[in-house]
Each structure stands twice: as C-alpha cells, then as structure tokens.
C-alpha cells in the first residue's frame, strides 16, 4: 500500500488579518509510502486478533460549567473543535500540543472514556474498521493505560501480570495457556529481570519508573489488544526510561496494534519512532499525518524547523499559546488561528480525507470485522467464585505483606492495652460502688479505643485502594461484590486477632467479671464494634475523592457516634430532635450489651452498705445507666449496623464504579 500526496503550488489566503509572514505553501511534499504492517507476529495468541483501524470524523467535544454559586445558567466550553483522524493496524499515533491543548479529552473521547455524569456535549464520529463501534465490542478489543500507574505496591510484577492475565482471560482456556500468555507479555515488555520484584511505589523501592510503566501497560496488555490507548506514558520519567517505554510501544504497534498516545515533550530520538502525528492547540488540529512529513509541511506554510533542532520543540513552540504578555498572547492567538485555519484547508483534505477514501477502497476488507460473535460475549470473563478466590489471595498476600501497618497496629495495640490496663490496673477488683461510674468509663473506653484505630487504618488506604480498583473494574476484570467480599472476609482475622490481644490484656490488668462467659461475650462485642467502626469508616471513605478529604469526615461521623453512645449523654439527656441519632450510634449498642454483661453479676465490696435508694449493686447500676435493650437487642442491633455500613460501602463502590459513554 503505498501512498504519495504531492501537493504543490498552493498559496492560502488564510491570514489577511494576521500578523504572522504571510505563508507561501510552494512546495509539500507528504510521503506516505511506508507499508504498513498488518500481519500480526510474535506469539501464537498475536493470531487470534482483530486488526483495527480507527477513524473518527468531526469530533467535537466540550463541557458544561455553572458560573458560579449565584449563576445557575451553564456556559458552554468547547474543548475539541472538530478534530478527525485515522489511525491503522501497525500505527503508532502520538498526539502531541501544549498542556491544556486537549490531548486528553481527545484520547479519552476515542477510548470512549467520556464520563457519563451527562455534563459534556458531543458529537462526529468514532468508527472501527469503517463501521460504527459497538461497545460491549469495544471494550474487549481496546485496552487503555492511565496515566497514573496505580497498582499495590506490595505485589511483583509477575503477581501484579498474572492476576490481570487470571481474571481477564476467559474461563474457557486453560489456565496453563493462561500462565503461558503472561510470559509473552512479560518478554514482550521486556520485564523478565524483575518479574519477581515488587512493585513498589513513592515510598516502597521497587521496579524503577520505567519498568513500573511498562507493568502498567503490560497489565492491560494481557488479553492482546487490537487497538491501544496510553495517556501520557512517558511523563515522569528520565530520558532513558522514556525511550524504553515508546520503545516498547512500538514494537506493539509493529506486531499489529493501533496505538494512540498522547505525549508532551517527546526527545527527537523518541519523535523519531512516531507513524502518525496529530498536534493539538486550542482543541484544534494544527497537524494530522505522517510524523516524518509534518516538518515539510510547516515548512510550506512558512514556518521552517531550524536545523539540528528537535522538530517535536519546534512544534511545540509554533502551536503553543504564549502567555508572557498581552501582545504576545494576541499574536500567539493569531497564529493559532492561521495554523489551524491552513490544516482546516489544506493539510486536512490532502492528508485526513485522502487516507479514509483509501481506507474504503482497500484496506477494511483487509480487517476482520470486530463483532460480537468474533469475542467471547460475557461481560465478565470468568465466575464469580473464580473471582472471588482470586481476589482473596490478593487480598491475602497485601494483608500480610503490609509490614508496616500490620507492625504499626500490633504495637498499637500493645501499646494502649498495656497503657490503659496500667493506669485502670485492678480498678475493677474490689471497688465500691460509689465507683461505679468509673467502670463505666473503661468499659466505653475499651470499645472506642480499638474502634478509632481500626476506623483511621481504613480512612487512609480506601481511598488509594479505589482508584486501583477502579482501574481494574473499569477493564471489566472482576465484579465489585467479589472484591468487597473477598476483602472484607480476609481483613476479619487480623481485626480479631488484634482485639484478642487487646481485650485479654486490658480485661486481666484492669479485672473485670472473670468468668469464660463474660469474656467471651466482652470479647466479642469489642470485636464487633471494631467491625462496624470500620465499616462506617470505609462507607465515609469510599465515597471521599482522596484519603485527605476522607480523613477530614470520618472523625465527624464516628464522634457523633461516641457523643450518642450512651456515656457521654444519658438517654434525657439528648434533646428530642436528636434522639434519632442515639439509635444510629453503633456505641449506643455496643456500649449496652458490654453494660449489660459486666454489670449483670457484678458485686462492690461495700454493696451491703448501701444507703436507700442507692445505686450499689451490678443490676442497680443496670437500672441507672439503662440500656433500654435485652443483651440480645443490642447485639442484634449492632450487627444489623455492621452490615448495614458494609452494604453501604458497596453500593457507594458500586455507585462510583467506573462509567463510559460511547455514543460517538
Ligand atoms: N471536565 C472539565 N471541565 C472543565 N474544563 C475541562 C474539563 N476537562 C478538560 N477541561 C479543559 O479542557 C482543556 C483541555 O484539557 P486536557 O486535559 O484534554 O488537556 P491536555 O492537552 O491533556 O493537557 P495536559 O497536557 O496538561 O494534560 C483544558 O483547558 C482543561 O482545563
């Protein structure tokens, strides 16, 4: 397939207003006569995919913004104005512009990555393969790499591959052929050297930027994509690292892939390795075609890369809208205008039409049509049980390879046990019963004390842990109940093994009701109430953007909880429009039913003194501080608000779950 556009002679009066030289198109030559590659190579898995050639027309995107608290009226922001493109099997397209250009908006509107929070316009067209896409289609085709690489810093890379490879993959093949399949990406990314290293992340040493990047393709790599979108895969790392990676990159592209980055300031070396090269400025097209032409082009239209010079800094430098000063902001903006009227005339016609006529008359019949009944139709690969156990075992590994936290919140606990059984040691053996209220206090205070350690450790991982899950579900890797299943029932162990050191050491010191009964059931309302506090916790976490706005809430809900529990302020005590709030306070249960056990048989040394009407006996005290509830009732209440907090936390998951709107 060869293609050769000469175009010669032509003279657009596109600036008269411009102050910019008047540009004299005499001479582009765009040469297109590469063939391009559409024979898959390398592994046997390679053959079974669809090769996909996007095209997209007129695609206009903006948003929707309020103005402001007081004006409700919605203005209008066009961020992509009219762009259209092609990209083939075997292309590697890298669009490129000025931060604010619109790469992003543009990647994300091709991958169908538009929110679908319905705050958006947009219209033109997306096509795969000459057809309009279908969704369910596209994304078992498409694979897209975030510009974050969010991934646990605690797995190696064969681990972090290898699940992606598991849970993706369909049930129906074998899992030997599964494990085959994550070898092939783990050489074709070249991570043979540190497939057993972990992760890592800012705080963790781990597999260098470079590598960490090409894990994080490699992870969307696993089910072989035909077409694959990467945004910005090359910021944040050196030079060396960078040129890996767009290294890597195309050798994708050239084992048959379509592949679409955005890229900021790519090194000549790196330019160099671009097919296809689309600059945006403004959310217009200043250039769309062959990478190797656009320097002839600027040239035609009056702006000559100097030499030796790196032509993506030239481009960049010509497209990008200059800010030091109004006069020079004004003629950065006129320039703009010119370049983007010269593609709109020239470049885009020649280039951008002439490549989709030849794309009609040849190369689709070249490309299986990616249908449904080419893929597997399940939306989810595998069963939910195959999920689930999976899933575990991650959660397993994270748990216990967590060193940090997990030694953080054993000393912690350690900690305040031993503390608080020294300064209440012996409180509750022979105490009078003018003390009673001094028992109360620790029994509340052995509940919040767990229970806020327990809250805070989920307040500051949820949040980090979402966007990779995000991430992942968004990949259609697994459902979300399997993974909140899986996690919530493997971090049960180490919450109840934490609250048996604490509640054996604190219940002896201090000397509370001796009897296996009545630890036991201390015991287990503590552990119960460790449970709901994280529950409400990862409720309020999960639902926060970030750790720092969920570490700013939590403390508000889980006070309110305390302040209602029943210690601080005694049932006539709460003011009637608040009373509601006692039976939401899961201290108000759990705070009742360890009352209820300690103070059942309880016996003060003095009790036989007791003057009339005095509060001295355990079930006098019951009496005074009264849980309105039955042991029982207050438990059954308690539980009922565990699981209740946990299904919220899942429906809020579920609710904030990764939403993509392809309509173009
Ligand atoms: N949801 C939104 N609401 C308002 N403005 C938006 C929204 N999304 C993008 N924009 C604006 O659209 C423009 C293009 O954004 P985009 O993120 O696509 O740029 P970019 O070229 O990828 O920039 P960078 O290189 O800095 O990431 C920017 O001015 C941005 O502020």
């Not at 540009?23 to 053959?47: G, K, M, R, T």
């Not at 056990?597 to 016996?603: H, I, L, M």
Request: aromatic fraction near 10%.
């Amino acid at each position: 397939m060869t293609v050769a556009h000469n175009i010669n002679g032509i003279h657009p009066a596109v600036s008269e207003q411009s102050s910019v030289n008047e540009p004299q198109l005499s001479s582009i030559h765009i040469n297109n006569d590469e063939e391009v590659s559409c024979v898959p190579q390398a592994s046997s898995f390679d053959q079974q995919r669809i090769q996909v050639c996007l095209e997209f027309q007129d695609v206009r995107f903006g948003v929707r913004q309020s103005k402001g608290l007081f004006n409700r009226k919605p203005e209008d922001k066009e961020i992509l104005k009219g762009i259209s493109g092609i990209v083939k099997p075997g292309q590697l397209l890298a669009i490129m512009g000025a931060s604010g250009a619109g790469k992003s908006t543009l990647l994300n509107v091709l991958a169908g990555r538009m929110s679908s929070s319905g705050n958006y316009f947009a219209s033109g067209s997306v096509r795969l393969n000459g057809e309009k896409r279908e969704f369910s289609v596209f994304k078992k085709i498409s694979a897209y790499v975030m510009q974050d690489d969010n991934m646990f810093a605690e797995l190696t890379v064969h681990e972090q591959i290898t699940l992606s490879c598991l849970l993706r993959l369909p049930n129906t093949m074998a899992i030997e052929k599964k494990k085959q399949r994550v070898q092939e990406v783990i050489q074709e990314m070249g991570l043979s050297h540190v497939a057993n290293t972990m992760i890592g992340s800012e705080t963790k040493r781990g597999v260098s930027g470079g590598e960490r990047k090409r894990v994080s393709i490699a992870t969307e790599l696993v089910t072989n994509p035909s077409l694959l979108f990467l945004d910005e895969p090359t910021s944040g790392l050196d030079a060396f690292n960078a040129q890996n990676v767009m290294q890597s990159l195309l050798k994708l592209a050239k084992n048959g892939r379509t592949v679409i980055t955005t890229i900021h300031q790519p090194r000549s070396d790196i330019f160099n390795m671009f097919d296809m090269l689309m600059l945006l400025s403004e959310g217009r097209v200043m250039y769309f075609g062959p990478a190797k032409d656009a320097v002839f082009y600027f040239e035609g239209i009056g702006y000559p890369c100097p030499q030796h010079y790196n032509p993506a800094d030239f481009f960049l430098d010509v497209i990008s809208r200059d800010g030091r000063s109004k006069e020079a902001e004004q003629e950065s903006q006129k320039k703009i205008e010119y370049l983007g009227n010269c593609f709109e005339k020239y470049g885009k016609q020649l280039i951008v039409e002439n490549s989709m006529k030849e794309l009609e008359e040849d190369d689709v019949q070249m490309y299986t049509k990616p249908s449904k009944s080419n893929l597997n139709s399940e939306k989810f690969a595998n069963s939910y049980t195959f999920e689930f156990l999976l899933l575990a075992k991650r959660a397993f590994k994270l748990e216990i390879r967590e060193k940090a936290s997990n030694i953080a919140r054993v000393a912690q606990t350690l900690f305040f046990a031993v503390f608080l059984g020294l300064i209440w040691l012996n409180k509750g053996r022979n105490i009078s019963y003018r003390d009673y209220d001094a028992v109360a206090g620790i029994l509340f205070f052995l509940l919040i004390n767990q229970s806020f350690i327990s809250a805070f450790g989920t307040v500051f991982v949820l949040p980090l842990e979402r966007t990779i899950v995000l991430r992942e579900r968004a990949s259609g890797m697994y459902r979300v109940s399997a993974y909140y299943l899986s996690k919530t029932l493997i971090e049960l162990p180490r919450n109840a093994l934490l609250c048996i050191v604490y509640v054996i050491l604190l219940y002896w010191m201090v000397g509370l009701q001796a009897t296996a009964r009545d630890f036991f059931l201390s015991y287990v309302i503590v552990y119960l109430t460790v449970l709901t506090a994280e529950g409400l916790a990862s409720a309020v976490a999960s639902s926060a953007p970030n750790p720092q706005v969920a570490a700013a809430i939590t403390p508000a809900f889980i006070v309110t909880s305390l302040l209602f529990g029943g210690f601080f302020l005694s049932s006539g005590q709460i003011p009637n429009y608040f009373i509601w709030l006692k039976y939401l306070s899961f201290f108000h249960y759990s705070y009742g039913s360890l009352l209820q056990v300690q103070f059942e048989n309880w016996k003060f040394y003095d009790q036989a003194s007791c003057p009339v009407g005095g509060v001295c006996t355990g079930s006098a005290v019951l009496q005074k501080l009264g849980p309105s509830l039955s042991l029982g009732g207050n438990l059954g209440l308690l539980i009922t608000l565990l699981v209740s907090f946990r299904a919220l936390t899942y429906a809020i998951l579920r609710l904030r779950g990764p939403k993509f709107d392809q309509t173009l």
